[in-house]
């Protein structure tokens, strides 16, 4: 099968110096059974949350980001598979300047077999952007697609901190390619759109590490062969 899937990608670059360890499980949750439906205009649809997470002083051994989707309680399951991002969009306050990095993505399940009650949890490491997660922070999950408003998903999203010295110290992180590309057509390549980047370490890093967070699923079109990467 000539499949055409689309793979959407964002990669950063993340320096750390190096370091040591000790626990105590802190939690912050910033959606607590949200009802998120789609918006069919737009195709995009925001649920932006506040947490208050540690000071900046406190030591953060590692950050859990657990996200659960469930049947909703006063409407029906949503059907479709859509892609969806959390983005830390700001941290101080309101008015603080947008920052806007994806923490995490993922793509939403045939969800029409569900009965009410259902729910998954889905986990990640978001231990990189620890040096974010601190003092008053807004958390946006935007659900994408296009089904009316008669369906929809409960959503959950609560942050495990691990207290003690950080395993390593980051000093910085920089973007590297963030878009949908067409994967594995042969008249748009995906290596003519994911072009080299130069990138200079910052000073005093001991390693520097490559953070990518991907989905992929799209149509084989004329045919309507479909998979998932």
Not at 153 to 175: H, K, Q, R, Y
């Given at each position: 099968m000539n499949l055409k899937s689309i793979l959407t990608l964002f990669c950063l670059i993340i320096g750390f110096s190096a370091i040591a360890q000790k626990p105590a499980v802190s939690h912050v949750v910033t959606h607590n059974r949200t009802t998120v439906i789609?918006?069919?205009?737009?195709a995009a649809n925001p649920y932006p949350a506040w947490g208050v997470f540690p000071k900046n002083d406190a030591p953060i051994r590692?950050?859990?980001?657990?996200?659960?989707?469930?049947?909703?309680?006063?409407?029906?399951?949503?059907?479709?598979?859509?892609l969806d991002h959390i983005i830390l969009r700001r941290k101080g306050g309101k008015n603080?300047?947008?920052?806007?990095?994806?923490l995490s993505r993922m793509l939403t399940p045939y969800g029409s077999i569900y009965n009410k009650g259902w729910s998954w949890k889905w986990q990640v490491d978001v231990t990189d952007f620890a040096p974010l997660l601190r003092d008053s922070v807004e958390i946006v999950y935007v659900h994408t697609g296009y089904?009316?408003?008669?369906?929809?998903?409960?959503?959950?999203?609560?942050?495990?901190?691990?207290?003690?010295?950080?395993?390593?110290?980051p000093l910085g992180m920089e973007p590297l390619w963030n878009k949908?590309?067409?994967y594995g057509d042969p008249n748009e390549k995906i290596e003519e759109h994911l072009l080299p980047i130069d990138y200079e370490s910052k000073?005093?890093?001991?390693?520097?590490?490559?953070?990518?967070?991907?989905?992929?699923?799209?149509?084989?079109?004329?045919?309507?062969?479909?998979?998932?990467?």
């Amino acid at each position: 099968m000539n499949l055409k899937s689309i793979l959407t990608l964002f990669c950063l670059i993340i320096g750390f110096s190096a370091i040591a360890q000790k626990p105590a499980v802190s939690h912050v949750v910033t959606h607590n059974r949200t009802t998120v439906i789609c918006d069919p205009v737009t195709a995009a649809n925001p649920y932006p949350a506040w947490g208050v997470f540690p000071k900046n002083d406190a030591p953060i051994r590692k950050v859990t980001m657990h996200v659960t989707l469930g049947s909703p309680d006063s409407i029906n399951t949503a059907h479709w598979d859509y892609l969806d991002h959390i983005i830390l969009r700001r941290k101080g306050g309101k008015n603080t300047p947008e920052l806007n990095y994806e923490l995490s993505r993922m793509l939403t399940p045939y969800g029409s077999i569900y009965n009410k009650g259902w729910s998954w949890k889905w986990q990640v490491d978001v231990t990189d952007f620890a040096p974010l997660l601190r003092d008053s922070v807004e958390i946006v999950y935007v659900h994408t697609g296009y089904e009316d408003k008669t369906v929809g998903w409960a959503l959950s999203i609560d942050f495990e901190i691990l207290s003690g010295p950080s395993v390593v110290t980051p000093l910085g992180m920089e973007p590297l390619w963030n878009k949908a590309y067409k994967y594995g057509d042969p008249n748009e390549k995906i290596e003519e759109h994911l072009l080299p980047i130069d990138y200079e370490s910052k000073n005093g890093a001991a390693l520097s590490r490559i953070r990518i967070q991907h989905t992929g699923h799209g149509m084989d079109k004329p045919r309507g062969c479909s998979e998932f990467l």
